[in-house]
C-alpha cells in the first residue's frame, strides 16, 4: 500500500528556515503530483503547495515566495523549503497524492 513519511519539522524562532520531506513507497512516485497541507490547531486542513509529475509548482497566496516546493523522483522524495517562516505558519504539516496522507510533522514558529 501507499506510504507516505513526512520528516524535517521542528521548532524556529520567526524568520528562519526549514525543510520538509516526505518519502513516498507502494507507489509509482514519478507519475502523482504530490502536495503539502497544513493544519493549524482550532483551523481546517489547508493546501500550501503541490508540484506536478511535470515539475510544475504551485503555492497558496500565504506561503507564496516563501516556501519552495520540489522533488526528487530518484528518491520518491517531495521536498518543501520553507524560509522567512512566521508564527502564523505553526501547523502540523501532512505530505499527500489527494488519495492518501503522511501522519504529518509539526512545524512551530515561536521566539
Known sequence: QVQLVESGGGL????????????????????????????APGKPREFVARISSSGRPSYADSVNGRFTISRDNAKNTVYL??????????AVYYCTTNNDWGQGTQVTVSS
Not at 520567526?14 to 497541507?37: D, K, V
Not at 523549503?81 to 505553526?90: A, H, I, S, Y
Open 12 to 39: 524556529v524562532q520567526p524568520g528562519g528556515s526549514l525543510r520538509l520531506s516526505c518519502e513516498a513507497s507502494g507507489l509509482i512516485f514519478s507519475i502523482y503530483t504530490m502536495g503539502w497541507y497544513r493544519q
Open 81 to 90: 523549503q520553507m524560509n522567512g517562516l512566521k508564527p502564523e505558519d505553526t
